[in-house]
Every structure is written in structure tokens, then in C-alpha cells.
């Protein structure tokens, strides 16, 4: 019987991101013990008996060796399993509305992770109008709800714990993709929102630079590990260290960076 909880995550991916969120906004640090994944290699055969098979990550596996899956799940048992403080919002109406804007996690997700793996020129527009239609509603649903504050409601909560990590992902947007949320009333509230969100001391685990270059295959069509034509080490591994590379080329469309231009070789 183990003597914690172990969260078995990818430490760059933004749904495990977001538990480790959750356990700083409750002071939970020591609370649960971490396995990292390597996403450049096969799931062990361990990991895989405890997912049923599945690759995604996060799961967690408590004291018992019972295994929950789905970022979202493990979030609200954390959450509830250390009541205090509870991050969910406690008035059921309000708890509602949290849930009605974390349901859109999901398309803003793909939206985003779409875009960045794009390579067609021609779809560039369209994926990017797509994306602004996410912004557009997160924007009317910040207004209706809390129009002259910074956050949902009163505070960072579990919207925003959700959706942080994803937004602080489309950093590969604004570097691959040149994209700028537009000024004007149509995003000028979600635009404070985010802001307040990336500033965030619970949300500080992730950098702007390691998120570029990590992503750089995202970049150019390579998603979960895989490996781009012509390369032999992903920009993902773990060797050598993030900290010690270039920053990648952003011309994406164009070709695709070598193992040696991207500070890959040991």
C-alpha cells in the first residue's frame, strides 16, 4: 500500500499542468508524489496495466492502486479529497457556471493545438478565425458573468486553473504563428482575464521559452512524440536540457529545423 497518491504525468502537459495548479492553490505540494513519463519513448508495459492500455496522461493511482484518468475527474478528487481550501466554488448555482465554462476546454484545446500543427498556408486564416471564435465566447461569458473583474468571480478558481495551461500552450502560436488577440470590446475582457491568469503565482511551472521549444514539433505536424521526417531525436526528450538550446527557426511552413539546428545532438 503505497503511502500517498502518485500522479504518473508528462511534466510539460498542460493537463497535468493544471493538478499541479490545483495542489499549489491548496498548498498541497507534499501531498501526492509525481512519476514522470518520458513521451518520446513507450509506455512501459507497468504503466500501461494501470491505464487499461490507454496512453493519455495524467492518471492517478491512489494508496489502494485504484486508477483515475482524465485530468478533469482528477482534478474534482483532489479537490474534494482535501476540502480545505476548496478551490471548486461552494454555492451550487456559481459551481454551475464554472462547469458550463470549463465545457469548453475542450474545442478551445483542439482549436489551438490545431492551428500550431497546421502547415497549409492556405487554411492559416480560417484556423485562425477559428480559434478567435473560442476567445470571442470566453469574452461574452467573462462579461455576463463578471463584468468589471479581473477573474470568473472572485478569485483564481477551477476555470481558471483549467484553462490556464492551455492559454500559456498558445505561446507557440503567438511565436509560430504570429497570432495577437485582437484589441477592441470583443476581447478586451478575456484579454484581462488572461493576462491575470499567465501572471499567476499558482501557474508558474511552465516558461514561455521551454513551451516553444518543446513544442517546435507540434510546430511542424509532429504531435505526442513523434518524429518529424528527417529527425532523430524529439524536440520533447528530455536530453539534453531545454535550458541549453537554441530558440527554433519559426519558419515552419517553409522546412523543417535538423536535429542539430534544434540543440538536439548530446
Not at 84 to 113: C, H, L, W
Amino acid at each position: 500500500m503505497k503511502d500517498r497518491p502518485v500522479i504518473y504525468h508528462i511534466p510539460v502537459c498542460p493537463f497535468c499542468q493544471r493538478i499541479e495548479i490545483l495542489l499549489t492553490l491548496k498548498g498541497l505540494e507534499g501531498a501526492v508524489d509525481f512519476g514522470v513519463i518520458d513521451i518520446t519513448r513507450p509506455r512501459p508495459p507497468w504503466l500501461l496495466d494501470y491505464t487499461g492500455g490507454t496512453t493519455a496522461l495524467p492518471i492517478l493511482v491512489d494508496e489502494h492502486e485504484r486508477v483515475l484518468k482524465e485530468s478533469l475527474v482528477i482534478l474534482r478528487y483532489i479537490d474534494e479529497r482535501f476540502a480545505s481550501p476548496q478551490i471548486a466554488r461552494p454555492d451550487p448555482y456559481e459551481r454551475a457556471v464554472e462547469g458550463m465554462m470549463i465545457t469548453r476546454e475542450g474545442p478551445f484545446a483542439m482549436a489551438g493545438y490545431t492551428m500550431v500543427m497546421n502547415r497549409d498556408r492556405a487554411k492559416i486564416e480560417a484556423l485562425r478565425e477559428a480559434l478567435l471564435d473560442h476567445y470571442r465566447w470566453l469574452n461574452d461569458f467573462l462579461l455576463r458573468h463578471n463584468p468589471d473583474g479581473t477573474w470568473l468571480f472572485d478569485r483564481f478558481g477551477l476555470a481558471e486553473a483549467v484553462f490556464t495551461p492551455l492559454m500559456m500552450r498558445f505561446w507557440f502560436l503567438d511565436y509560430y504563428e504570429g497570432f495577437v488577440l485582437p484589441e477592441g470590446p470583443d476581447f478586451a475582457r478575456v484579454a484581462r482575464w488572461r493576462k491575470a491568469c499567465l501572471a499567476h503565482p499558482a501557474a508558474q511551472q511552465v516558461s514561455r521559452e521551454e513551451i516553444v521549444k518543446l513544442y517546435y514539433d507540434y510546430a511542424v505536424g509532429s504531435g505526442n512524440g513523434a518524429l518529424p521526417q528527417g529527425r532523430a531525436a524529439s524536440s520533447f526528450v528530455f536530453e539534453p536540457d531545454w535550458r541549453g538550446r537554441p530558440m527554433p527557426p519559426r519558419d515552419k511552413y517553409d522546412r523543417i529545423a535538423s536535429d542539430a539546428e534544434l540543440g538536439l545532438l548530446g
